[in-house]
C-alpha cells in the first residue's frame, strides 16, 4: 500500500547525540515535510524540500539537518545543538499541485535523556 | 504573515449532539485551508479542505466545515457527534506564497457518553 514510513516509532537517546530519523514514501510525491509537535504548540514547521536535491528551512530550523538526495527520502537529524530535542517528530509528503493536502507518517517519538 | 487561531484547548459535548470546532486564519490571497484528526502517538489524518467554490464542504467521517469568508473563519462541524470522534483536531493553511503550511495549536474534542 501507498504510504508514508517513519522510523523508528520510538528513540531513547543521551543527551549531546546526534540522532537520525528516517522517513520515505512510496507515493511518488515530490514535496516533503518535517513538523515538530509539543503539547500545546501544535506542529512547527522544521524543514522542508519540494524537489530532489533541494530544502528550505521551516521556522525552527536550529539544530536540525536534513537530505533529500531521493525522491522517496527525507531523513532529519536532530543534532546536540538542538536545545530541547526530546518531541513527536511528524513526516508528511504532497503531490504535485498546489492545493493539495499533506499525507502524513504515523510519527517517531524521540526521548532525550 | 499567514496563521491560524483554535481559540479553544477542549471541546467537550455529548454523544449525539452537534459539535463545532473552531478556526480563524490570517492570509494574504486565496485561503487554502484543511482540517486534520490525531489519534494518541499517531499521525495526522486529513478530513477534509477549502480551495475554493461552495462555502460547506464534507469530508470523511460524516465531517464539515464552514467557510467564512468575512469572518474568515473555518469551523469543523458534525451533526451528530459519536464518542469515537474524540481526538485531537487541527486547523491548517498553506502559504500562498509557498509550499508552507501553517497549523494551528490544535483543540481537543472530548466526547462524552
Known amino acids: 500500500d501507498g504510504g508514508i514510513t517513519q522510523s523508528p516509532k520510538y528513540l531513547f537517546r543521551k543527551e549531546g547525540q546526534n540522532v537520525t530519523l528516517s522517513c520515505e514514501q512510496n507515493l511518488n510525491h515530490d514535496a516533503m515535510y518535517w513538523y515538530r509537535q509539543d503539547p500545546g504548540q501544535g506542529l512547527r514547521l522544521i524543514y522542508y524540500?519540494?524537489?530532489?536535491?533541494?530544502?528550505q528551512k521551516g521556522d525552527i530550523a536550529e539544530g536540525y539537518s536534513v537530505s533529500r538526495e531521493k525522491k522517496e527520502s527525507f531523513p532529519l537529524t536532530v543534532t546536540s545543538a538542538q536545545k530541547n530535542p526530546t518531541a513527536f517528530y511528524l513526516c508528511?509528503?504532497?503531490?504535485?499541485?498546489?492545493?493539495?493536502?499533506?499525507?502524513f507518517g504515523e510519527g517517531s517519538r524521540l526521548t532525550v535523556l | 504573515a499567514q496563521s491560524v487561531a483554535q481559540p479553544e484547548d477542549q471541546v467537550n459535548v455529548a454523544e449525539g449532539n452537534p459539535l463545532t470546532v473552531k478556526c480563524t486564519y490570517s492570509?494574504?490571497?486565496?485561503?487554502?485551508l484543511f482540517w486534520y484528526v490525531q489519534y494518541p502517538n499517531r499521525g495526522l489524518q486529513f478530513l477534509l479542505k477549502?480551495?475554493?467554490?461552495?462555502?460547506l464542504v464534507k469530508g470523511s467521517y460524516g465531517f464539515e466545515a464552514e467557510f467564512n469568508k468575512s469572518q474568515t473563519s473555518f469551523h469543523l462541524k458534525k451533526p451528530s457527534a459519536l464518542v469515537s470522534d474524540s481526538a485531537l483536531y487541527f486547523c491548517?493553511?498553506?502559504?500562498?506564497?509557498?509550499?508552507?503550511?501553517?497549523f494551528g495549536t490544535g483543540t481537543r474534542l472530548k466526547v462524552l457518553a
Open positions: 492570509v494574504s490571497g486565496n485561503p487554502y
Open positions: 524540500s519540494q524537489i530532489v536535491n533541494d530544502f
Open positions: 508528511a509528503s504532497k503531490g504535485s499541485g498546489g492545493t493539495g493536502e499533506l499525507f
Open positions: 491548517a493553511v498553506r502559504d500562498g506564497g509557498t509550499y508552507k503550511y501553517i
Open positions: 477549502y480551495i475554493t467554490g461552495d462555502n
